[in-house]
């Protein structure tokens, strides 16, 4: 994937123990918040490979290990793992979204493998996102390309007090539904 900007990682240091936590979905299952691990990669990649080729929620049409690496894990990176069998059912990368003297704004990408939908891990992933975010320096979230025909992402935006502050028309060719707009959402992390 290639963007715009080359986003040089400045990473603090987050131990697993920093964010270490076991946590109760709403079906009751037990599951645990952490740091990636290099051991999460084959499971966190093949939750990236079922949303791409859903093709509905990113802008990727096509992933491999490599263009994974760098897009999703180039930055900080923190998974939801199964108590149970170690496996990810969702993942979150922080990272800058803009360089330099706009990199205190971070952007946050979330999964969520399909199977596990609905159980309440994006709310998991986005009050982490928000806390881990104010935590590792940033000042504000912003994610730039929330298509609008992604109701979930929507109204977790907007319950977690992200403010809607764009639109851009036709964002993305979406699979099955042709070209779709995309909303931007903003929060400052400080008053």
Request: aromatic share 12%.
């Amino acid at each position: 994937m290639t963007t715009a900007y080359v986003l040089e990682s400045k990473k603090k240091t987050i131990n697993s123990s920093d964010v270490f936590e076991q946590l109760k979905l709403k079906s009751g299952e037990s599951v645990i918040f952490d740091v990636y691990r290099e051991e999460d990669f084959q499971s966190l990649y093949e939750i990236f490979v079922e949303v791409i080729e859903e093709g509905i929620t990113y802008p990727q049409d096509t992933i491999n290990e490599n263009s994974f690496r760098g897009y999703f894990l180039s930055h900080y990176c923190f998974v939801v793992r199964s108590e149970s069998d170690g496996h990810c059912l969702a993942g979150i990368y922080i990272k800058p979204n803009f360089p330099g003297r706009s990199s205190h704004i971070a952007n946050g990408g979330l999964i969520v493998r399909k199977a596990c939908r609905g159980k309440g891990l994006g709310d998991i992933l986005m009050t982490k996102w928000l806390k881990l975010s104010s935590k590792l320096g940033f000042k504000a979230v912003y994610s730039n390309l929330v298509f609008e025909t992604n109701k979930a992402m929507i109204k977790l935006m907007e319950r977690y007090g992200l403010k809607k502050v764009g639109h851009l028309p036709e964002a993305g060719n979406l699979k099955n539904l042709g070209y779709v707009g995309a909303i931007q959402f903003y929060k400052k992390l400080y008053e």
